[in-house]
């Protein structure tokens, strides 16, 4: 459904960069979560998959077609990034005028049940130039969710909802994805809740893409390689082993240097076997998948 294919980004008189050489792919119905510390680089890639910035290069494609070759290409996305609406008109008014100014009065029916999703029925008729900060996150919330998305790019989704909230935007979020096929990218500093919602994560640092692992809990082996796997050694390994491997099965690491792979798999020994006859490997340990590991031990 969406491809992102070796992106940056270097801002004007900066000489590093924000973005370098990111790739990853998002699939129908697929929920995937984005994590890293403040100033990786998680904002910089949701704006520009938003179109609210252009990259310095690379691509994002979206059903076989650059999201920049035409205006109406993000018509189905679900974006909530920043609060984004207009302070002195009401709550209620700002869903009907965004659908209004995207010629989508169709979904006007799904007005109530956003609001009262994200807990903001009872404010529909109050005006957000006078909403707290998290009164004004749950109308962005509504606003990303009201047009029936194809795709949503949530940032911080969580943030100024109750407990039980959260359970139900949890909740709706994967029926949404299981029944309708949406596909989903999520930032949050909320381990918890991303840990509970998401089927794979992308682990940001410093602007480039350092992980990429499936949302099971556990133990996985880490394979480090003795050089890099080269683009047909990889294609090889996926084609032979690694597509049976089942859900939580393994990831190659963007750089090819690495593989992990559930501790449980039966196609373990097969990839080790696979990988030793060809790059070679140079240390296997264990890993726990937790979140909150990527945040510690000096990452």
């Known amino acids: 459904m969406l491809t992102v294919s ?33 100033g990786a680089g998680k904002t910089t890639l949701m704006k520009m998959m938003a179109k609210a910035q252009r990259q310095t290069s690379g691509s994002i494609v979206y059903n076989g077609a650059d999201i920049f070759s035409h205006d109406d290409m993000l018509d189905r996305f679900g974006i909530m990034i920043q609060p984004v609406f ?7 008014d700002n869903l009907r005028f965004y659908l209004g100014i995207h010629g989508d009065t169709a979904h ?60 139900q935007l949890i909740t709706v979020l994967k029926q949404w994805a299981a029944e309708r096929s949406i596909a989903m990218l999520i930032s949050s500093h909320q ?4 840990q509970e919602l998401c089927d794979r994560f992308l682990f940001i640092k410093s602007g480039r893409l350092a992980a990429e692992f499936t949302g099971e809990t556990g133990e996985i082996t880490v394979i480090e390689l003795s050089r890099p796997l080269t683009d047909a050694e990889r294609a090889s390994l996926i084609a032979e082993t690694l597509q049976n491997s089942g859900r939580s099965a393994a990831t ?16 373990l020994n097969k990839t080790i076997a696979a990988l030793a006859s060809t790059a070679g490997i140079k240390a296997i340990h264990d890993k726990s998948t937790q979140l909150n590991n990527y945040f510690g031990e000096g990452r």
């Open 6 to 38: 070796h992106l940056s980004k270097q801002y004007a008189g900066n000489p590093a960069y924000s973005l370098e050489d990111v790739s990853f792919t998002i699939s129908n119905g697929e929920i995937v979560g984005l994590i890293g510390k403040n």
């Open 86 to 92: 207009v302070p002195n008109i009401s709550a209620e």
């Open 108 to 167: 006007e029916r799904n007005i109530r049940p956003v609001l009262e999703l994200v807990d903001m029925w009872r404010y529909r008729n109050r005006k957000p130039a006078g909403f707290s900060f998290g009164m004004k996150q749950r109308l962005a919330l509504a606003l990303a969710l009201v047009n029936d998305p194809e795709f949503l790019i949530l940032d911080e989704p969580f943030v100024g909802l109750d407990p039980d909230g959260v359970l």
């Open 191 to 194: 381990l918890n809740e991303l």
């Open 252 to 267: 190659i690491a963007p750089d090819g240097t690495s593989v992990e792979i559930d501790a449980r798999s039966l196609e």
